[in-house]
């Protein structure tokens, strides 16, 4: 097992690494941008050092830094989370090269898996269902039309690298065509640096479902059960749920194999995650594969009780799995909300700002995965992403609910959040049935108006706490100050009791 390992990641997936990691005995070192100076993860890790200017590409995306780090400070692993360098395949290679290990699959299956089309035939090779649309790429309206004709309107043209939505065009009638192609490769270039698109068939209100794989170097493969993540806001998931409520035994082996099956024809080692589309005749069709650790990789901790993150670390470091896939069954059900600085009332624009107030929610089966505390700033620099609130009960109307009571335990001051978006979707009708698709924001929510994410009482004590607290702090600063007993450590108020630095 490996002794130090750097984690190239800034936020609560970096916390969340460092904290598997001290439970392993392993030491951690944290890199971090100016403005990240005072996050949470510099505080916890073992050791930090500072990358550059908040811009990504002079920080967090620089991989020569991260790389030129970890060998100063003796690190044998790089742990990249997700985003940012999580799924580029020079780093990956890099990191090999400069004789580190990369957590996470090697850089020739990131690569092959990051090329959409190339992911496409190797799926279509090994079995595994698709989405009918071209095999190759498509460079003008003519190609787009051949195909339209094979498999009918509507068609989604797509990237073939990159994602987020980015470079992609639904197509509903042949008018449409020629503007969707130059759109979608321009928009592709400029976006990825790669303008090459293809087009597959366009489903009509699909759901999003997940699974997790976990591959070790010793020929052991093994799937997961399912995630749920159709509640999503422009192409990005928002709240995600295991396991999902369409989902029975059978259709859940099959996917699995389905899964195991792509991750065997791409060569593919570690965690990471093979996404499909769902008819509403439960059919299901290859996605793609993400090549890390995913963003919602907490609910399938809660409903299976194994620690994903230990499991990544095992087998980069050559270990063996000692899993039995019989035995990795759903247990209770389990829901995640990603609570955003963006404000719902406003088309959800960002609002960062420093968190005057910051209240998490506890209690049985809650967990909160964070990288922010009271009085920490939320840079504009990077997603606003404040944590990731889980709930985990016996059955999925419970851990509903559970989500409900936590979301209302939720304090936050300084910026407006998703919380109140999040209880809408939670008390909706068609929400709680698991009536559910990858439209359902735009087509059950619509324009509606979202409630204020707490009452006037709760709001009125929340002002009153906060005011408290300062009065508190400030009367100790002046006690200390004018007894003179010890000078004004204006850096530790900036922290809450208990929280050092390290």
Known sequence: ??????????????????????????????????????ALHVR??????????????????????????????????????YG??????????????????????????????????????????????????????????????????????????????????????????????????????????????????????????????EIQILCDTHGNYYYFPERECSIQRRHQKVIEESPSPIVDETMRKKMGEAAVAAAKASGYVNAGTVEFLVDKD???????????????HPITEMVTGLDLVKKQLIVASGGKLDLVQEEIKPRGS??????????????????????ELYREPGGPGVRVDSGVYEGFSIPIYYDPLISKLITWAEDRTSAIDRMLRALNEYRIVGCESTISFHKMVLKEEHFRKGDISTHYIQDVLGGATYEESSSPEDDFAAAVALTVNRMEEDGKVRAQAVAGKQKVNKWKMAFPPGMNRL
């Open 1 to 38: 097992m490996f002794k130090k390992i750097l984690i190239a990641n800034r936020g609560e997936i970096a916390v969340r690494v460092i904290r598997a990691c001290r439970e392993m005995g392993i030491k951690t070192v944290a890199v971090y941008s100016e403005i990240d100076r005072g």
């Open 44 to 81: 916890l890790a073992d050791e930090a050092c500072l990358l550059g200017p908040p811009p990504s590409n002079e920080s967090y995306l620089s991989g020569e830094k991260i790389i030129d780090v970890a060998k100063k400070r003796g690190a044998e692993a790089i742990h990249p989370g």
């Open 84 to 209: 940012f360098l999580s799924e580029n395949p020079k780093f990956a290679k890099d990191v090999a090269n400069a004789g580190l290990t990369f957590i996470g699959p090697p850089g020739e299956v990131i690569e092959l898996l990051g090329d959409k089309m190339a992911a496409r035939k190797t799926m279509i090779n090994s079995g595994v269902p698709v989405v009918p649309g071209s095999e190759g790429g498509i460079e003008n309206q003519t190609q787009a039309m051949k195909y339209i004709g094979e498999i009918g309107l509507p068609v989604l043209i797509k990237a073939a690298a990159g994602g987020g939505g980015k470079g992609m065009r639904i197509v509903n009638s042949e008018d449409e065509v020629a503007s969707a192609v130059r759109g979608a490769s321009s928009e592709a270039q400029s976006a990825f640096g790669d303008g090459r698109i293809y087009i597959e068939k366009y489903l009509a209100k699909p759901r999003h479902i």
């Open 282 to 296: 439960k059919n299901f069709y290859f996605l793609e594969v993400n090549t890390r650790l995913q963003v919602e």
């Open 334 to 355: 389990s829901i995640e909300c990603r609570i955003y600085a963006e404000d719902p009332k406003s088309n959800f624009m960002p609002s960062v700002g420093k968190l």
